[in-house]
């Protein structure tokens, strides 16, 4: 009788070692999958995000702000989380503007900003930049911007609301925007050398008579299909 209280004693703990084996096995493998999950290395996989506190838990609340952002003349309104807002180098995730909740994926910027866009106030912080998958990054050069673009392309001339805009023909880049600008310091020094590609004029990228200018990339917008 005593022999079979320990035989079923042994089998009872064999079979609690095993289940928790298995739980902990079954844990690890669904924390595995959440931390796979959220990995941001590139520009487009902040489209893992469902809503603004997904992107305040991964990046942490002290590195994220709500905020809003007006688009095409200041006619159009997005919810916009931005991360990394006391640093130059900034991401703006876009919520869907029929939701008015901050969720719903809709698009995410890298942009190159001095100033806060809440406030309005200078930085002195530059940040990191974030790429994106395409090859292209903030402060790239025209002739980057060709090669991934397999051939020159055209812009909308700089200082104005659609100023710096690129108009891109290639199938990789076609959920794309990219704006381009000068740094600011160079407009200090030769703003009178950069009037001929200000304002509403379309500039050809293989342009002799741009070559001077140090013009890169300011921001790259991508929009979720």
Not at 1 to 6: A, F, N, P
Not at 133 to 151: H, R, V, W
Request: proline residues 3%; hydrophobic residues 35%.
């Amino acid at each position: 009788m005593i022999k079979r209280i320990r035989s079923l004693g042994l089998i009872v703990l064999i079979f609690a070692v095993a289940s928790c084996n298995f739980n902990a096995k079954n844990n690890n493998e669904t924390e595995n999958r959440d931390e796979a999950k959220i990995s941001i290395e590139y520009l487009e996989d902040f489209a893992v995000f469902n809503n603004h506190e997904e992107v305040e838990e991964y990046f942490g609340s002290e590195n994220v702000e709500k905020s809003k952002w007006y688009e095409n003349e200041g006619t159009v309104e997005y919810e916009v989380t931005v991360v990394y807002p006391e640093t130059k180098n900034k991401i703006l995730v876009f919520w869907s503007s029929e939701n008015q909740s901050y969720s719903g994926f809709y698009g995410v910027e890298a942009i190159y900003s001095p100033y806060n866009i809440s406030t309005w106030e200078l930085i002195e912080e530059e940040g990191k930049t974030i790429a994106s998958k395409t090859g292209l990054k903030i402060g790239d050069n025209l002739k980057t911007i060709e090669k991934i673009n397999n051939g020159p392309f055209s812009f909308w001339g700089l200082g104005w609301d659609f100023g710096g805009f690129v108009m891109l023909n290639s199938e990789k880049l076609k959920n794309y925007l990219i704006r381009v600008d000068l740094p600011e310091k160079f407009y200090e020094t030769n703003f009178e050398e950069t009037m001929p590609i200000l304002g509403e004029v379309q500039i050809n990228s293989d342009d002799p008579s741009i070559a001077k200018f140090p013009i890169q990339i300011f921001s790259i917008k991508y929009v979720k299909e």
